[in-house]
């Protein structure tokens, strides 16, 4: 245990779990993920313990843009008002800035979406519809054709998933850093030892223990010692005030040929998050310099006020972009899930909704059963992890293949770059069905390599068009070598992702 959380003062109520008592189920770290799981867990009438090292709101800039397949997860959970009081910023669609040109993508119509899965025992008394409030409107959420993503302030809508477990009586809370997971003489999860403020380390016993210790977890390598991120790039972020954004309701996507990718989406009234690509796991020694040399010239003018002004407060925050493929949970008594399992590129806001869209297919799959029937339920995670590709897959896979083209280090990428925002240009189902695997309402990987390589294929074109008669013989050789471009970026990942 830090020496900062001991000096803080900690409520009673969670500090007095109960050691003797042998649980359904123990979760470890209560972000995003923990406290939908607990719900979940609770509402089927298993007995929870969940671990958290701080319960007080974090202040992060990760986990703010939502899009709209995880909302109807939280919708599936009986959830969705965790969105509600948190001053949450409807989100329509996007905005793709390439070199000055700009291209709007709104969401799918609700009708080519399947509908939203109600799981039972869960979903009740209305709570898979949001309330009305300051800026979430029943009547855009309920009642309008499209599709909605949100985005909001991390640590306001985590306060609110947590008072939502709270309110559970199955759940127990406990405050400690959890030092070990424990296993028996068969290598089988037992359950957690807990450094608690006030008692020291205890060990609690459990049927089933979830490792949802997110972006940095201790304890991924509990399912395989080589069950590592990669970590290719990072993000520096910054707080912009009262910005003026181009696009109301719009995430924003700068690219252009010069420069890396700049994300802008507004997440309260006040607030707007910026995310500056910077193509190393290592910041450039000047932030300031670089932001003022490389990211000022290339954004929207009506941003510029608000940006120059962040600038100058100096107050930046760096995220790394790491990879992490996710493995089978072959151990007894174990199950690790959300960013400790898998993780993926988050220029398109992605790991929310395959966070969320596991947890509902993790209950769907085992809340019915008996944990203590420990093999049955490992069992059925082994067809869990199967079922979950689909899904997963096509957000993570789209993560990164996007960010090789909009970040296009070499020419082939530039050319295959340019040609996505001519595609998106085209409008229809050019716009159509790409949103919809961004959205992550399409779980289906193999149009998403058919997409994906018509526009490799329309880059080429658009190159072919760009050279003229003259440069016909040199096109030739160049359509090659940027389809072999695609398939690199592309294909290895899908591989991984559908094998792993």
Same mark, same amino acid.
């Not at 003026?244 to 700049?262: C, E, F, Q, S, W």
């Not at 993570?396 to 070499?410: D, K, M, P, R, Y």
């Given at each position: 245990?830090?020496?900062? /959380?001991?000096?803080?003062?900690v409520?009673?109520?969670?500090?007095?779990?109960?050691?003797?008592?042998?649980?359904?189920?123990?979760?470890?770290g #209560?972000?995003?993920?923990?406290?939908?799981?607990a719900t979940?867990?609770?509402?089927?009438?298993?007995?929870?313990l969940?671990v958290?090292?701080?319960?007080?709101?974090?202040?992060?800039?990760?986990g703010?843009?939502?899009?709209?397949?995880?909302?109807?997860?939280?919708?599936?959970?009986?959830?969705?008002? !965790?969105?509600?009081?948190?001053?949450?910023?409807p989100?329509?669609?996007?905005?793709?800035?390439?070199?000055?040109?700009?291209?709007?993508?709104?969401y799918? @119509?609700k009708?080519?979406v399947a509908?939203?899965?109600?799981?039972?025992?869960?979903?009740?008394?209305?709570?898979d519809?949001?309330?009305?409030?300051?800026?979430?409107?029943?009547?855009?959420?309920?009642?309008?054709?499209?599709e909605?993503?949100?985005?909001?302030?991390?640590?306001?809508?985590?306060?609110?998933?947590?008072?939502?477990?709270?309110?559970? +009586?199955?759940?127990?809370?406990?405050?400690?850093?959890?030092?070990?997971?424990?296993?028996?003489?068969?290598?089988?999860?037992?359950? =957690?030892k807990?450094?608690?403020?006030?008692r020291?380390k205890?060990?609690? $016993?459990?049927?089933?223990?979830?490792? #949802?210790?997110?972006?940095?977890s201790h304890?991924?390598?509990?399912?395989?010692?080589?069950?590592?991120p /990669?970590?290719g790039?990072?993000?520096?972020?910054?707080?912009?005030?009262?910005?003026?954004?181009?696009? +109301?309701?719009?995430g924003?996507?700068?690219?252009?040929?010069?420069?890396?990718?700049?994300?802008?989406?507004?997440?309260?009234?006040?607030?707007?998050?910026?995310?500056?690509?910077y193509?190393?796991?290592?910041?450039?020694?000047?932030?300031?310099p670089w932001?003022?040399?490389?990211?000022?010239?290339n954004?929207? +003018?009506?941003l510029?006020?608000?940006?120059?002004?962040?600038?100058?407060?100096? $107050?930046?925050?760096?995220?790394?972009?790491?990879?992490?493929?996710?493995?089978q949970?072959?151990?007894t008594?174990? #199950?690790?899930i959300?960013? !400790?399992?898998?993780?993926?590129?988050?220029?398109?806001?992605?790991?929310?909704?395959?966070g969320?869209n596991?947890?509902?297919?993790?209950?769907k799959?085992?809340?019915?059963?008996?944990?203590?029937?420990?093999?049955?339920?490992?069992?059925?995670?082994?067809?869990?992890?199967?079922?979950?590709?689909?899904?997963?897959?096509?957000?993570?896979?789209?993560?990164?293949?996007?960010?090789?083209?909009? =970040?296009?280090?070499n020419?082939?990428?530039q050319?295959l770059?340019?040609? #996505?925002?001519?595609?998106?240009? &085209?409008?229809?189902?050019?716009?159509?069905i790409?949103?919809?695997?961004l959205?992550?309402?399409?779980?289906?990987?193999?149009?998403?390599?058919?997409?994906? @390589?018509?526009?490799?294929?329309?880059?080429?074109?658009?190159?072919?068009?760009? &050279?003229?008669?003259?440069?016909?013989?040199?096109?030739?050789?160049?359509?090659?070598?940027?389809?072999?471009?695609?398939?690199?970026?592309?294909?290895p990942y899908?591989f991984?992702?559908?094998?792993?």
């Amino acid at each position: 245990m830090s020496s900062a /959380t001991d000096k803080k003062v900690v409520p009673q109520e969670l500090l007095n779990a109960d050691a003797s008592v042998v649980y359904d189920a123990i979760i470890v770290g #209560c972000g995003v993920v923990g406290p939908c799981i607990a719900t979940g867990l609770a509402r089927k009438g298993k007995k929870v313990l969940i671990v958290e090292r701080d319960w007080t709101m974090p202040d992060r800039i990760v986990g703010e843009l939502m899009q709209p397949g995880g909302l109807r997860a939280l919708r599936s959970l009986g959830m969705i008002q !965790a969105i509600n009081n948190i001053d949450a910023i409807p989100v329509t669609g996007y905005s793709v800035f390439y070199n000055g040109k700009e291209v709007s993508i709104p969401y799918p @119509f609700k009708a080519d979406v399947a509908p939203v899965e109600k799981i039972p025992d869960l979903v009740f008394d209305g709570n898979d519809k949001v309330l009305e409030d300051n800026t979430i409107h029943i009547k855009e959420f309920e009642d309008g054709e499209r599709e909605r993503g949100v985005a909001f302030t991390h640590g306001r809508f985590l306060q609110n998933l947590r008072d939502m477990v709270s309110k559970e +009586k199955n759940v127990t809370r406990l405050q400690g850093n959890v030092i070990e997971i424990l296993k028996n003489k068969e290598n089988e999860v037992v359950g =957690a030892k807990v450094d608690i403020p006030g008692r020291g380390k205890e060990e609690f $016993k459990a049927y089933l223990t979830f490792v #949802c210790d997110g972006i940095f977890s201790h304890f991924r390598k509990e399912l395989a010692a080589d069950h590592i991120p /990669t970590v290719g790039s990072s993000f520096v972020g910054m707080s912009l005030f009262n910005a003026d954004v181009p696009a +109301k309701n719009h995430g924003h996507v700068i690219l252009g040929t010069n420069h890396m990718p700049v994300l802008v989406y507004q997440i309260s009234p006040e607030e707007t998050r910026i995310l500056c690509a910077y193509n190393s796991p290592k910041l450039p020694k000047d932030i300031k310099p670089w932001l003022k040399s490389d990211v000022r010239p290339n954004l929207p +003018k009506s941003l510029l006020p608000s940006f120059d002004k962040a600038v100058e407060d100096g $107050k930046y925050r760096s995220m790394p972009n790491s990879y992490l493929p996710a493995k089978q949970n072959t151990i007894t008594g174990l #199950c690790v899930i959300g960013d !400790a399992l898998n993780m993926r590129h988050p220029l398109t806001g992605g790991g929310m909704a395959v966070g969320l869209n596991d947890v509902a297919l993790l209950i769907k799959t085992i809340g019915n059963l008996d944990f203590s029937d420990r093999e049955t339920v490992l069992d059925e995670l082994l067809e869990y992890h199967y079922e979950r590709k689909s899904y997963d897959s096509v957000i993570n896979v789209l993560s990164i293949a996007l960010f090789s083209l909009f =970040a296009a280090e070499n020419k082939n990428l530039q050319v295959l770059q340019r040609g #996505c925002f001519k595609y998106f240009e &085209r409008g229809g189902d050019c716009v159509n069905i790409p949103v919809s695997f961004l959205a992550g309402v399409m779980p289906k990987p193999f149009l998403l390599t058919k997409v994906f @390589f018509a526009v490799a294929l329309y880059s080429i074109y658009v190159n072919f068009q760009d &050279r003229g008669i003259v440069g016909f013989p040199l096109a030739v050789i160049e359509a090659i070598s940027i389809l072999i471009t695609a398939a690199r970026v592309f294909t290895p990942y899908l591989f991984r992702e559908l094998t792993g």
